[in-house]
């Protein structure tokens, strides 16, 4: 069983940054891939970013690329999202995820596991 703990959400303006991780228990972390995906009132979850096991390949949404950086430390059992240029439509609760495999989907219902979320508020 895999549990993941998100922290470093909180209150920013805009403009602002923030970086969240995400602990992962478990000794397989490894040969997970990793995502973090959104959930905004009244949304739908939807994709952030995602990485492979070997930090080899990266995804992101369109509406993050270029601001938002996802990275993986695989000895300390971690997953980062480095935040930058934080917009008002930011805002909302971010979860880390994983699934046993290399294949980066971008739909959440691909996930196995999920952490229990921590808010991001961007606001002046």
């Known amino acids: 069983q895999v549990q993941l703990v998100e922290s470093g959400g909180g209150l920013v303006q805009p403009g602002g940054s923030l970086r969240l991780s995400c602990a992962a228990s478990g000794r397989t972390f490894s040969n997970y891939a990793m995502g973090w995906f959104r959930q905004a009132p009244g949304k739908e979850r939807e994709i952030v970013a995602a990485?492979?096991?070997?930090?080899?390949?990266?995804i992101y949404a369109a509406s993050v690329k270029g601001r938002f950086t996802i990275s993986r430390d695989n000895a300390k059992n971690t997953v980062y999202l480095q935040m930058n240029g934080l917009k008002p439509e930011d805002t909302a609760v971010y979860y880390c995820a994983s699934r046993g495999g290399s294949f980066l989907y971008r739909s959440a219902g691909n996930y196995n596991y999920w952490g229990q979320g921590t808010q991001v508020t961007v606001s002046s």
């Open positions: 990485i492979t096991p070997s930090s080899g390949t990266a």
